[in-house]
């Protein structure tokens, strides 16, 4: 998931808030998706249909991060490009961002619940000790890649978090290094090779996970928001690729539709059309972006976006992918939708109800976690700040 918090127009300071709410829809979309989609297994009547069917695109939630984070990392690095500690300030910023909650969180279950707590409650969580390794490496995707499943309890998703810190790793020596043509053409290159390596591991039968969780086959995502991020830094700055936007964005919208009527997994072509499925939502992503950043963006989309519960969501969006995805595992491995049904009787009514109740929950942790953790060590930032470019 994406972690940036900066919210800038290009070239400019001041704060987007439409960048939030794109934050904020894309960490709802995950927590419909766990707290869901992966509720009802057999849906019994039209309402869980709907509900199953729409939370169960909630994993473009994910794509929407990487693009988001493609957007603003780059936007960050090519504006301070040139200043005095470039990399320093950029590596201890994202280090005060992300390092605090993902290395807690890693402390608090490896180490500081007793294990005779975990074996009374919740003796799943002991097998993430045999594992730690990749954890505290960031290599979960690699471990989930050769595993072929989500395998570690309550810890799976941090996948997402390891190929942002993987994209962090060399980005800003592209950035800082090349001109903005040709950084460019290196974000068209590389995301161009990670589309022909997923269809490259489709035919040649490698399982699913590997072209969904390791870093080279995400790269087209983060790349596209790097690509529109340099585009929006170009002649004409944001204003001109903001009118392009008005082609762009229903043209990738319709692309996107018209793909996925086809047949995926049942066709041979599989291995080609699901791949391509997901370049174009990366792509319609980048486009949604840009018209939500667009100073003139249609007021039909940046109104809703300037919703301030959808901001607040965005706000604590680090936090909410961290802990909603460790609390709707243990809804879901406990059965706590069972224990609402034995109170409520519907069984729909009970899934809502659990999921509802998780959300809310994960809301609260969030909150608190950023209130009174994360941001001691936002603050210091401030002691990392680079120059932007005039």
């Avoid at 290395?103 to 097998?127: D, G, H, K, N, Q």
Wanted: hydrophobic share 50%; proline share 4%.
């Amino acid at each position: 998931m994406p972690l940036s918090t900066a919210t800038q127009v290009p070239g400019a300071d001041a704060y987007v808030p439409e960048l939030d709410g794109i934050r904020g829809i894309a960490i709802s979309a995950v927590m419909l998706l766990h707290f869901y989609s992966q509720s009802f297994g057999e849906t019994h009547n039209f309402v869980e249909s709907i509900v199953a069917r729409v939370s169960g695109y909630g994993m473009w939630g994910v794509d929407l991060f990487f693009v988001l984070s493609g957007y603003l990392i780059t936007g960050i690095l090519w504006d301070t490009r040139g200043s005095e500690h470039y990399f320093r300030s950029f590596y201890m910023r994202r280090t005060l961002r992300i390092f605090p909650l993902y290395y807690a969180v890693i402390l608090t279950i490896v180490i500081l619940i007793p294990a005779s707590v975990f074996r009374r409650f919740a003796p799943e969580a002991l097998e993430i000790r045999p594992v730690q390794g990749w954890l505290w490496s960031y290599l979960t995707n690699v471990y989930v890649a050769r595993q072929g499943a989500f395998s570690i309890p309550y810890l799976s998703h941090f996948w997402t978090l390891a190929i942002e810190e993987h994209f962090y790793l060399f980005w800003p020596f592209i950035v800082g290094t090349f001109e903005r043509v040709t950084a460019l053409r290196a974000t068209v290159l590389l995301g161009i090779a990670a589309f022909l390596l997923r269809v490259a591991l489709g035919f040649a039968g490698a399982n699913e996970m590997m072209s969904h969780v390791l870093t080279p086959c995400r790269l087209d995502s983060l790349c596209i928001g790097a690509f529109f991020a340099l585009a929006a830094r170009g002649p004409g700055g944001m204003a001109s690729l903001g009118y392009k936007m008005k082609i762009w964005l229903p043209l990738s919208l319709s692309a996107l539709t018209a793909l996925m009527m086809l047949p995926s997994h049942e066709s041979r072509w599989a291995p080609i059309v699901v791949p391509l499925k997901w370049l174009l939502l990366a792509i319609f992503c980048g486009t949604f972006i840009v018209t939500a950043a667009w100073e003139n963006g249609p007021l039909l989309i940046k109104s809703p976006l300037r919703m301030r519960w959808l901001r607040e969501l965005g706000k604590y969006s680090y936090g909410l992918y961290v802990y909603h995805a460790i609390i709707s595992y243990y809804f879901w491995k406990h059965n706590m939708v069972l224990e609402f049904e034995q109170r409520i009787a519907n069984r729909t009514t009970a899934v809502l109800a659990c999921g509802a109740c998780g959300i809310v929950l994960s809301c609260l942790v969030a909150y608190v976690s950023f209130e009174l953790f994360e941001v001691r060590f936002l603050r210091l930032k401030r002691l990392f700040q680079a120059s932007r470019r005039t």
